[in-house]
């Protein structure tokens, strides 16, 4: 799709960074604005129709497509919580950027998070109520008898929902046993239970399924693509009016409208710091002009973290796990093998301790909100992520094991990205200082303690024979102490992959996301959370480029 674009050619718009975002945002921009000349920059190559990448069945994309060089790792520095490991975090560099590689758990952000998201920028149209037209534009639901009210049936996203496999209702009655519901109304707001795990994938036939990333989904006919074009930094004028961008070639591409900025939580405050744009303190440190001073920019960054324990089955005959033998379905191929996302709320009375002892005022925390989804739980139908040497009798897709695991949904940890150098080419330095605060340790031990209970209520545990733990680390049972699963989290815990908030709105950016000293310069992606979500983010990314392209064209 790439089409030649001059030196200093004069462009409405250039959109830098063609990932999930990027690519709405230009996409719409073009309907909107037809007669306009929109380009749209990506670092990586043009790889929409790569076969690996489309296939959505295929586990753990990142891994052969770090080879190919379509994935670049954003590892972060030693985490101090985690036994000073670094972590790694994969991210797409292609066009489509990580809607090309994600795992697609498909989810609205609840109400709760969606309306504290409007009052940190400052800006109604962030609520709940309001972005409801978004979530329902982007998708074609899964069910096409579903509540018009609430779902969409003509947009570029299909979804489909998690399979039925053989333990679905002992998973499903021993939940229910410890207070968590099935929630069928999850996607009007209130994420708290149990929900049937829903994905952004199509499927094809009855056991395939292909990836839906932005660039293969929205149009681009129309708007001029340039991939394998890094950009090195946006040029301002002397008004600060960002005017456009220098690649790293030393081509300069100019926009008499606007420039947006959608490169990623890491890369995009990357960027503005080599443009002069951030704390005056770093820029400093590596001989960088400060042109505005903005001390937000690369700050406040979070992500969600995990910790995963494998249990055995009693009887690997029984066809409970993958490959499911003797009770596979044509839809156990359609990706993950797993029924449901779990939502748990912990209750004011646990939390308030935590973040007293973390210096936090309690009074009207928004951690400690009613509706609030502080951690998820899903169970895999197989053994995930376990590394020979630690697990010598667990092999995957054996059919004899499963894997429960706890994510960290709302940590109120904050780390930052800052500069290796002033080099363009260098990496970020990344480190979000995961579970640097007593209370996000506290709810990241708890729910493992829930998973660990799950496994431990029948019907579920009549049919488990107990954890298999890594080697040098004790079974966790309900009766294990903090420090053991404190221990094992240490050891083990890692991110989803889901780094946001280095570019927040209402503080880098104001409530349109203009960043704030500089005109005609917007950012658009994950970085713009101000908060964390409760929910896998890219239902929330897609409607945030649907809202800020509407905002660019003066539609709102």
């Known amino acids: 799709m790439d089409r030649a674009i001059e030196v200093n050619d004069d462009l409405v718009g250039v959109w830098t960074g063609g990932g999930t975002a990027g690519v709405v945002i230009a996409s719409r921009l073009h309907q909107y604005l037809p007669n306009a000349r929109i380009a749209l920059l990506e670092a990586g190559p043009y790889e929409v129709d790569h076969p690996k990448v489309n296939d959505a069945s295929i586990a753990n994309i990142w891994v052969p497509l770090m080879s190919e060089g379509l994935v670049v790792n954003y590892s972060t520095t030693p985490q101090e919580h985690l036994n000073n490991r670094a972590i790694p975090n994969p991210a797409g560099r292609l066009l489509s950027g990580s809607s090309a590689i994600n795992i697609g758990n498909w989810m609205r952000v609840s109400t709760t998070d969606c309306d504290l998201f409007a009052r940190r920028a400052g800006n109604n149209k962030f609520t709940f109520a309001n972005m409801l037209k978004y979530f329902k534009r982007i998708e074609t639901h899964y069910d096409s008898a579903a509540d018009v009210d609430f779902h969409g049936f003509e947009g570029p996203i299909h979804t489909i929902r998690g399979r039925k496999y ?86 300069t591409i100019l926009a008499s409208k606007e420039v947006i900025i959608s490169c990623g939580t890491q890369k995009t405050p990357q960027l503005l710091m080599l443009s002069g744009i ?75 301790p935590y973040l007293v002892s973390d210096g936090f005022s309690i009074e009207q925390h928004d951690l400690l909100g009613e509706k609030k989804c502080h ?30 695991a706890a994510i960290h949904m709302l940590p109120i940890s904050r780390g930052s990205v800052t500069l290796e150098s002033a080099d363009p080419t260098a990496n970020p330095v990344c480190n979000p200082r995961f579970l640097s605060t007593a209370t996000d340790r506290f709810i990241l031990r708890r729910a493992v303690r829930e998973n660990i209970a799950l496994a431990s209520t029948p019907p579920f545990a009549d049919v488990l024979d107990g954890e298999v733990p890594p ?27 889901h780094p946001m908030g280095t570019c927040a709105i209402g503080t880098v950016l ?44 003066g539609i709102v």
């Open 166 to 251: 053989p333990l679905r209702n002992a998973v499903q009655e021993s939940a229910k046993q410890l207070g968590h519901e099935y929630n069928t109304n999850g996607t009007k707001g209130d994420l708290i239970g149990l929900a049937d795990f829903v994905q952004c994938f199509k499927a094809t036939s009855a056991s395939t399924i292909a990836r839906q990333h932005s660039a293969r989904v929205y149009n681009l006919s129309g708007v001029d693509v340039l991939c394998n074009s890094p950009v090195s930094r946006i040029l301002l004028d002397a008004s600060s009016r960002a005017t456009g961008v220098e690649l790293l070639s030393g081509k």
């Open 278 to 352: 951030g704390p005056a303190t770093e820029l400093a440190k590596h001989s960088i002009p400060l042109l505005v001073d903005s001390p937000g920019v690369g700050q406040n960054l979070f992500d969600h973290s995990a910790t995963m324990q494998t249990y055995k089955l009693k009887d690997a005959s029984l066809g409970y796990a993958k490959p499911f033998n003797g009770t596979n379905r044509p839809e156990y191929s359609h990706d993950l093998p797993t029924d449901f996302s779990l939502f748990g709320h912990l209750p004011a009375s646990e939390l308030a």
């Open 375 to 404: 951690y998820m739980a899903l169970t895999f139908y197989d053994a995930v992520v376990v590394h020979p040497q630690l697990y010598p009798t667990v092999k995957g897709n054996d059919g004899a094991h499963i894997t429960l």
């Open 471 to 497: 080697l040098g680390f004790e079974v966790l049972t309900p009766a294990s102490s903090d420090a053991a699963i404190d221990a094992r989290i240490r050891a083990f815990t890692g991110t989803v992959s």
């Open 510 to 553: 104001d409530g349109e996301f203009r960043v704030k000293g500089v005109q005609g310069l917007r950012v658009c992606d994950a970085s713009v959370f101000p908060e964390p979500v409760a929910a896998m983010p890219s239902c929330m990314i897609y409607a945030l480029g649907e809202v800020c392209a509407e905002m660019v064209a």
